[in-house]
């Protein structure tokens, strides 16, 4: 019932910035959070952030706290994740999914940082 589909990714040097937007359809408020999420080649897939669709608390990876910001625009279904200060870990394929996550993953985005 739900589609996520994200967009944003790209190739950028160190210290650069992206961002990241996925746009919902569907039941999205059958959820109360989305989250952000990112596998890189060889890990297991871990949690970037969420945000709440009431009220927009939002909470961060150790990793990307202070450097990625998690927003969403209720009346266009749309989260964005705006990265900034970006490093070479940072790469990986980002999804957005709910919060806690549905086993129903999209095709991401592909963010490269390179060196």
């Known amino acids: 019932q739900v589609q996520l589909v994200e967009s944003g990714g790209g190739l950028v040097q160190a210290g650069g910035s992206l961002r990241l937007s996925c746009a919902a359809s569907?039941?999205?408020?059958?959820?109360?959070?989305m989250g952000w999420f990112r596998q890189a080649p060889g890990k297991e897939r871990e949690f970037v952030a969420r945000?709440?669709?009431?009220?927009?608390?939002?909470n961060y990876a150790d990793s990307v706290k202070g450097r990625f910001t998690i927003s969403r625009d209720n009346a266009k279904n749309m989260v964005y994740l705006q990265m900034n200060s970006l490093k070479p870990e940072d790469t990986a394929v980002y999804y957005c999914?709910?919060?806690?996550?549905?086993?129903?993953w999209g095709q991401g985005t592909q963010v490269t940082v390179s060196s």
């Open positions: 999914n709910f919060y806690p996550p549905l086993n129903d």
């Open positions: 569907g039941r999205t408020l059958s959820r109360n959070a």
């Open positions: 945000i709440n669709w009431i009220g927009g608390s939002t």
